[in-house]
Structures are given as C-alpha cells and as structure tokens.
C-alpha cells in the first residue's frame, strides 16, 4: 500500500501558494520520509522554478483554476487585506491522490515532526483533526472554533485530513462536495454562518452525518496553531520563534516551539522565512 | 433473574406524570430485551391511569399516597417488587438494548447511582450551574435518576434509610453538612451525594462507568455560548416512528432525561403505542 501526503497550491494573486506548498512538502518529506504530491493549476505553475517543483514532488497534478468567489480577509501581522479564498478543490482529493493512504495538509501546516507517521497503519479509514490547540493556550479559542454553530456540531479541522482509497471514503469526498454546492441549505440545516464557504465546516458535517448523527472521537492530534495576526519571527534550526499579537493592553510577546508540527496561517511570514525552514 | 424498572409518580396540578411514565414504560417495552422490559409504576391514585390505552406495559400497579411528590422515590427499596431494580426518574425515554448493563449490575453491584451526565451533543456534563451546592459543600455528583439496587442489600437499605431522614429533615441535614451553600429544595439528588458522603460509600455506589449514559436536557448545561432555560428554545426534539430521538443535528442513543414536562405532545405517546402494538 502506498502512502503518500498531499497538497493543493493554486496562487490567488495576493498570496504565493506555490512557494507555500513547496516548504510545506519538503518538511513532510524530511519528517515523515514519504513522497508528497501537489494539486496545482497550470497558471500556478507557470509561475515557479519548475525545475524544483519537478524535484521536490513525487507527481504534480494538474486541475482547472478555482472558479469560487469565496474571499476572506488575511492578516499579515496588523496589516490585512481582502484575498479571494480558492478553497473548493478540496473534495477531489479522492480521485486525484496517487496513493492508497493519503494525508491531505494545507500548505501552511508546517510539519516538523514524526506524530502524523503514527497513523499511516491507523484502522480507521478517515481521520481528521479533532480540535485546534492555540500556541497562546485556551485563551484565543472561540466557541466557534469547537462547534460549527451555537448548536451545531463538533468542528473538526481540515487542516489535516488522513484517508484510504476506498469506496466509503469516496462517499465522504462526495457528500463534502454536496455540502459545498448546498452550503446555504446545509447552514440552514446546521445553523452554521455561510458568509464564507469552509471545508472545515463541510468536512465535520459529512464525518458526523457518515458517522450516523453522533460524535465519534478517533481523530488525528490537535492542530497545534497560530493565527494570522502572529507572525513567524524567525526559523533557528528546526526553533520556531513567533510574535504572538498583543491580547488587550499587552504589548508582542514571543513563544518558541520546537519538534511540534504547527498550522501557521500567516503565510506571508512562512514566506519571509522559506530559507531558514528548509 | 427478577429485574425491572421502577417508576414513582404523585398526582400534580399541571404535570400529567402519569402520562409520562406510560411514555417512559413504552419506551422500554419497545427497547429492552424480554426479561429486562419489566417495570413497575407506584401511583398516589391509580385513577389516574384511566385514559392510559395500554396499562399492560406496567407489569405492577401499586398504589400508595404515604409521601408527595418526588418525596416517594427516596422509599423506592421498600416500594420495589422486584429483586433488582433501577429507579428512574419519570421524565425518561430509553433508545436502545441496555440489558449487557443490567447483567454487569446484577452480578456485580449492591447499589449503584448515576455520577454523571451528558449533553446532547454527547460531551460529559461539567457546568454546576444546578448543583452549586454539591460543589460548595463537596458532595459527591450522584444523579438519583438512574439508581440500581438489589433489595436484601444492607449496604441499599442503610443507604436509603438515611436518605429518607435527609428528605425528611432537611433543615438539620443542611445545618450540618451544607452550610456553605444550602438548597432551596432539599431533593433527591441532593439526599443521595449527603447520605454517600456521610456513609463514606461514594466509591462503592458510584465509581466511574461507561453506564449509565444519561443525556440530561437542562439548559444550562449543554455548553451553549448563551445559556437558555430550555434546551428546546434552541433545537429541535424529533422522534421518529421508529421511536429514535434525534436532538439538534444529534441522533440520541442514549437514556434521554428530556426535563421539560410539557414536551411529549400525545402524538408522540401515540408513536411510542403504535411501535409497541406492533412489537407486543
């Protein structure tokens, strides 16, 4: 059986997927000694050393440019910025990973350690992130963080996916693309905020209906991460050392992690620090 | 083996509580193994039952009218026709076989009391906005909704005896033991954590277990981000003709504590009929 971790990178004119997706790769690689594909576009690639994409990845695979008008607003430290949000591609991981075993990460989820190789030989066919630790501590987790809605359910994080090529999991990817394309008439059925279409919110829903309406709690760790609004201050031999945003009437303080895989969703400060990471 | 269920209910003003113990009875006629079905129902005025279409789901009738009010439960070792028992609270549905449980408690337990509970989305009930006179006072958590005993217990008669006197006096016992915080009401709940406490037996009665799993709908404690009386003022309570609960987005497969007297409309009483004729 085939294992293999996946990423997809399709730049949206503001934020550099490519050169995110091949950091992110080139970590997994080094850290859980398997081969890494990505899912691009071709405008994408038009815009990398095509050359070390070609190295860095084991297949590169090509799909039609995002046509979602999904945006959010990206915050690079205290400066943000509206970016289109090209997320829709997600559910069709299932046909087109080249492996068997297949661990779906974004491109800012920086792995530096060896946990995720724990679950290659995991029973279960579908794993996902079960909750979402903050490098500040419990303090900067919302409610919505944990739960889909006020009512709703557990809130699972598509920030690591691992599944097995089967038929059941196929089911999964169908069903979270049914929910994307029904999204309001799912946020009516599950009381969630549709404003901004996320796969986390798709993805916990599909897992809870194929789960049979309940809570099942054999998930992949935490993902250990920091918001947009903290900042990747330096890269020191594997040291991770970010300025966490200041909390009310605080001044920047620093925090350092080590061995710890960590979702960094400030990419621009990924990028200030490719160098150091790789 | 000579097990059932055992339900108290007293006459009140505006809550028909016999209507839901007939629901209560139904449920576990339509869930529970043959054997495991039974249930008795002690009520203050049997009249009370006249409109109920299918009283053959309680296995014994026994009128008495010595307490009031939820006051009866706290006799429920001497009430009991049965050699083993589980007292439930009344405003009770169960969803599925629990019998493997029945059989873990006959072979292994005197008396056993329900330590905790779940919200409907599954997650263990952790908020004390209800019990802040367990926390207070440091009473053990019981939950006297869910309470297994076997009748020649000494260890349950001492028990209940005890927690009789507390319901019966309850300024004295709140004098001694829950001065830090004491109770408006002086319940069942509250006699049962006091008299374990006293009796130093919380470990033996009430150790931790994957059963009973009770899904108890109070408001407050379902880690709601603003709190309301009613679980029911923010999802939905469905049953379905199969006789499954679903609440919110959340299939129930556990003891349903659904609290809210008024909830069960005679439409549902009729689902829960129409699955046992068929069954019966």
């Not at chain 1, 599944?163 to 009381?191: A, C, P, Q, S």
């Not at chain 2, 339509?30 to 203050?44: E, R, W």
């Not at chain 2, 880690?223 to 199969?242: A, C």
Request: net charge negative.
């Amino acid at each position: 059986m085939s294992n293999g971790v996946v990423i997809f990178a399709h730049n949206n004119g503001d934020i550099d997927y490519a050169s995110l997706s091949l950091i992110a790769a080139k970590l997994a690689k080094t850290h859980l000694n398997v081969p890494v594909s990505v899912i691009t576009d071709k405008e994408t690639f038009s815009s990398v050393d095509q050359k070390e994409f070609q190295n860095v990845f084991d297949k590169i695979i090509f799909t039609p440019p995002s046509t979602t008008n999904n945006t959010r607003n990206l915050y690079d430290g205290v400066e943000s910025k509206k970016v289109k949000f090209l997320n829709d591609l997600r559910p069709s991981v299932w046909d087109l990973t080249p492996y068997d075993r297949t661990l779906l990460i974004d491109c800012d989820y920086l792995i530096m350690s060896n946990t995720l190789s724990n679950y290659w030989d995991n029973e279960n066919e579908l794993l996902i992130s079960g909750k979402y630790n903050d490098i500040t501590g419990d303090e900067r987790v919302g409610y919505h963080d944990r739960y889909v809605s006020d009512t709703g359910v557990k809130l699972y994080w598509a920030t690591t996916v691992m599944f097995t090529k089967n038929e059941r999991t196929k089911l999964f990817f169908d069903l979270v693309e049914h929910i994307r394309n029904n999204y309001n008439d799912y946020g009516d059925l599950f009381r969630f905020s549709t404003k901004q279409y996320r796969n986390d919110i798709s993805f916990s829903i599909a897992k809870h209906i194929l789960d049979g309406y309940i809570s099942a709690d054999v998930d992949l760790p935490p993902v250990l991460s920091t918001i947009d609004k903290d900042m990747l201050h330096s890269v020191d031999n594997g040291k991770l050392t970010f300025l966490l945003t200041p909390q009310s009437n605080q001044n920047y303080v620093f925090a350092s992690v080590t061995d710890l895989d960590v979702h960094v969703m400030n990419k621009k400060s990924i990028l200030r620090n490719a160098k150091e990471l790789v | 083996m000579n097990f059932g269920y055992l339900i108290v209910v007293a006459e009140h003003n505006e809550i028909e509580y016999a209507k839901l113990a007939y629901a209560l009875a139904l449920s576990i006629k339509n869930t529970q193994k043959q054997g495991y079905d039974k249930v008795a129902l002690v009520i203050d005025n049997k009249d009370l039952l006249e409109d109920i279409e299918s009283k053959w789901v309680f296995d014994h009738i026994i009128e008495w009218d010595q307490e009031t009010f939820w006051d009866g439960r706290s006799w429920m070792d001497e009430l009991t026709p049965f050699e083993h028992t589980v007292c439930l609270d009344v405003d009770m549905l169960f969803t599925r076989d629990y019998s493997h449980w029945i059989d873990y408690f006959i072979d292994n337990c005197e008396l056993y009391v329900a330590n905790k509970a779940y919200t409907y989305r599954g997650d263990i009930v952790t908020n004390d906005y209800y019990r802040k006179c367990f926390t207070a006072n440091g009473l053990p958590n019981l939950y006297s909704f869910f309470t297994f005993f076997a009748k020649n217990s000494e260890l349950a008669t001492e028990f209940f005896k005890l927690g009789r006197s507390i319901i019966k006096n309850p300024k004295e016992y709140s004098n001694l033991f829950l001065s830090k915080y004491k109770p408006k009401v002086l319940g069942t709940d509250e006699a049962f954590s006091l008299a374990a406490k006293i009796l130093d037996i919380t470990d033996d009665i009430a150790y931790p277990m994957e059963f009973p799993r009770v899904v108890h709908m109070k408001g407050a404690v379902q880690n709601f981000p603003s709190p309301s009386p009613n679980v029911t003022d923010k999802v939905g309570f469905y049953l379905n003709t199969n006789g499954e609960i679903k609440i919110g987005n959340y299939q129930q497969t556990d003891i349903v504590h659904y609290t809210e007297k008024e909830l069960l409309k005679d439409s549902d009483i009729r689902l829960l009929e129409e699955i046992a004729w068929k069954i019966n």
